[in-house]
Every structure is written in structure tokens, then in C-alpha cells.
């Protein structure tokens, strides 16, 4: 594989919102993507974007893709990079794309001076799991993620 990483432009809404549902599928929740095109577009290449996408790139044919965004440690008083999702085709996994996906942003996070590169990963990925570790990423054990969405977060935020 001749792997290249490029940052996607708004030309890449529609390969993007293909990954975005290609990954929904893989992890039993196609039902749950509700953005369109033009949201990929509003909200990945806007002036006003706070997210960032890149492309994974085969030969100049796309096989994966990461999106990512700036979080915030007030404990090292640096930005981190937080990885949203990260997709690779089936038929170019196991071929580098997905590692070269996350040192590109590890490198990207170094150079521009963040703390941290984080992500999550559902815990019966299992395949996934084994990747991250196999390079000396580690879950983290003492944090619970919660969330807030759909009319349970407008119904608190009204309260």
C-alpha cells in the first residue's frame, strides 16, 4: 500500500458522510446517523467549523477516514486531541491505513503542543481493543462517560 493522509475539504461530503454510515453499519447503529451531506458539509468545513476530517488515501483511491477536535485539560493547561471516529475500509484493514490514520493525528497532536490524544471504542470491539493496545494505548478505568442528547438534553436545558 502507498498510504496518504490529507485534510478532506468540503469536496469530500459525500465520501465522508459514505464513511460516517459504512461505520454506523459496522457498529450496529445505521439507524442512528442523522446527518445529511450538507451538515457534514456545515459542520466539518465552515468557517466556523470546530471539527477537522482527514483522508486516508490508497493510491489516491480513499479507504479511511478520522475525524477529530480540539478538547481541553485544565489540569496540563494544554488543548488534546479527541478522535470522534475513525473508519478504514474493509478491504484496506490490516494493511496500515488505520495506524497511519492515528500517527498522523499523534504527530499532528505533538506538533501542535496538546497533552493528549484520546478516543473511545466500544467495549466488544474487541479486534479494536487488541490494535490500540498493541502500540500502548490504555483504557481508561476510573472515568464513565455520560451524554446528553435528544429531548433529554432539551428538556434539561430548559429547566
Known sequence: MTLFIRPATANDAILVH???????????AEDEVEASVDDIKRSLFSETATAHCVICEDDEMPVGFA???????????????YLEDLYVTP?????????ALLKYLAKHAVDNNCGRFEWSVLDWNKPAID?????????????????????????????
Open 131 to 159: 490494535f490500540y493496545e498493541s502500540f500502548g494505548a490504555k483504557a481508561k478505568d476510573e472515568w464513565l462517560g455520560y451524554r446528553l442528547s435528544g429531548k433529554e438534553l432539551i428538556a434539561f436545558a430548559k429547566n
Open 18 to 28: 459514505q464513511f460516517i454510515t459504512e461505520l454506523a453499519i459496522y457498529e450496529k
Open 91 to 99: 478491504d484496506a484493514r490490516g494493511k496500515g491505513a488505520g495506524k
Open 67 to 81: 475525524v477529530f477536535f480540539y478538547n481541553y485539560s485544565t489540569w496540563q493547561g494544554k488543548n488534546g486531541v
